[in-house]
């Protein structure tokens, strides 16, 4: 008898809005409402780097449920979101597209579905300053 193989999906992520091609785009996949958005203390979350000029990035072999993700346009390379009197100056998105106001959304926001079948998510950046 062969052994059970674990469920597996992936997920497309697809880039919009991008205001330039500079830097890179950080990408924060969790399943933990506690380590979003940005992924700190999740030993299984998955993150990325990948060139601002990628217009899409697909990952494999995820278990099927619950995900939410962030995305950064690290624009000057330096490894974090450059604000101005807190509002950012670079580029973030979120899975669902979920209105933003003071601060990220929370997790139930851009919570989606990964069902066993993979899904697509499109994430619009958006720039502030």
């Known amino acids: 008898m ?3 193989e674990e469920p597996s999906a992936s997920l497309e992520i697809e880039f919009a809005a991008l205001r330039s091609e500079r830097g890179v785009l950080r990408l924060c ?28 990035l697909r990952l494999e072999r995820l278990a099927p449920g619950a995900y939410a993700l962030a995305v950064i346009h690290d624009e000057n390379g330096n490894a974090r979101l450059d604000t ?13 597209n979920p209105a933003v106001g003071f601060g990220p959304p929370r997790f139930a ?3 989606f579905a990964l069902p066993a079948e ?7 950046l958006r720039y502030l300053l």
């Open 84 to 96: 101005f009197a807190g509002i950012p100056r670079e580029g973030f998105g979120f899975s669902q």
């Open 109 to 111: 926001a851009a919570r």
């Open 29 to 56: 996949l969790t399943r933990d409402p506690a380590s979003f958005p940005d992924c700190h203390d999740d030993a299984v979350a998955i993150t990325r780097t990948v060139p601002a000029t990628v217009a899409s």
């Open 2 to 4: 062969a052994p059970l």
């Open 118 to 124: 993979g899904a697509t998510q499109r994430v619009r």
